[in-house]
């Protein structure tokens, strides 16, 4: 009754092994140079876990804010036709406040880089 899902289960084992034997016979072992972190083999200058500027922030939350607005404009364009004048009246509303999003944020200094 099983025998299908057993199948799977032994092919994706012997599958899984087989690339770990494989990466294991034909890895290079590192070297001091190719240990450190990729930046073409420089030092690096700073600790990983050093702290960003709080400007940093503002601007992901800029970019997340566009983000969405993609995330709801896709869906609202394939619903556009059926839904007619409401849903050009809901998409210009949910835009007025992504500009608001943007005008607290260009008064914050986020959209500042220097």
Do not use: C, N
């Amino acid at each position: 009754m099983y025998a299908g899902v057993a199948w799977m289960l032994l092919l994706s084992v012997v599958g899984l092994a087989s690339v770990y034997g494989l990466h294991r016979f034909t890895a290079i072992s590192p070297s001091a140079l190719m240990a450190l972190p990729f930046q073409s083999g420089w030092a690096p200058e700073e600790h990983a876990l050093s702290r960003y500027h709080v400007r940093w922030y503002l601007a992901t939350l800029v970019f997340l804010a566009f983000d969405v607005e993609m995330l709801f404009m896709y869906p609202w364009a394939l619903v556009v036709k059926k839904m007619g004048a409401t849903a050009i009246t809901e998409m210009f509303l949910f835009l007025t406040a992504l500009l608001v999003a943007v005008a607290w944020a260009w008064r914050e200094g986020a959209l500042r880089w220097v």
